[in-house]
T-cell receptor, first 114, second 114 residues
Framework: DTGVSQDPRHKITKRGQNVTFRCDPI?????LYWYRQTLGQGPEFLTY????????KSRLLSDRFSAERPKGSFSTLEIQRTEQGDSAMYLC????????????FGNGTRLTVT | DAKTTQPTSMDCAEGRAANLPCNHS???????VYWYRQIHSQGPQYIIH???NNETNEMASLIITEDRKSSTLILPHATLRDTAVYYC???????????????FGKGITLSVRP
């Protein structure tokens, strides 16, 4: 069990640029979640997948955000035309769709938009 | 998700037990209580979860009151590395497996002093 892996750990970009983050879940975890966390706040849910199907999206996920999980394994989160308000930690988590199995989080990607 | 209430902060001495309380008076009969913690610049770390019975693992113990309206996370011998934000979460939908996303509040900041 290598844990949830996120890449990159840090990203600095200029306003208006597009960025893409990758998440590799724990193998055989069929659920994958994206969260966003700003300074001093708890993580906020963005979206989640079961296998390759995106089952729920938060209203926080504006149309500049898109997430994919094409083969039901790794996932990408893309932000187009970044804004300074997008600066945050983006966290990925995975779980097994089984009873009360907990979510396991990666260490996130810290995005800074200048 | 059932609403949870936690104190903003607490501290304890290294080597002593840390008892972190959580109120969840609106919890439903089949909803679990989960505890996570987040150390600075890392993703949330799963600690423990329970339904009705007390639970113990290598990290902590979880004591749930008989009426299930509150719980206490116990770190039996706190160390400096246990300094973190601790989140108590009661997600809806866990029993059915339909949606086990987590809604984080602000958590309780535990400071372990030497």
């Amino acid at each position: 069990d290598t844990g949830v892996s996120q890449d990159p750990r840090h990203k600095i970009t200029k306003r208006g640029q597009n960025v893409t983050f990758r998440c590799d879940p724990i193998s055989e975890h069929n659920r994958l979640y994206w969260y966003r966390q700003t300074l001093g706040q708890g993580p906020e849910f963005l979206t989640y997948f079961q296998n390759e199907a995106q089952l729920e999206k938060s209203r926080l996920l504006s149309d500049r955000f898109s997430a994919e999980r094409p083969k039901g394994s790794f996932s990408t989160l893309e932000i187009q035309r970044t804004e300074q308000g997008d600066s945050a930690m983006y966290l990925c988590a995975s779980s097994i769709r089984q009873g009360s199995s907990p979510l396991h989080f990666g260490n996130g990607t810290r995005l800074t938009v200048t | 998700d059932a609403k949870t209430t936690q104190p903003t902060s607490m501290d304890c001495a290294e080597g002593r037990a840390a008892n972190l309380p959580c109120n969840h008076s609106t919890i439903s009969g089949n909803e679990y209580v989960y505890w996570y913690r987040q150390i600075h610049s890392q993703g949330p770390q799963y600690i423990i979860h329970g339904l009705k019975n007390n639970e113990t693992n290598e990290m902590a113990s979880l004591i749930i009151t008989e009426d299930r309206k509150s719980s206490t996370l116990i770190l039996p011998h706190a160390t400096l590395r246990d300094t973190a934000v601790y989140y108590c979460i009661v997600p809806s939908g866990v029993v059915t497996g339909a949606n086990s996303k987590l809604t984080f509040g602000k958590g309780i900041t535990l400071s372990v002093r030497p």
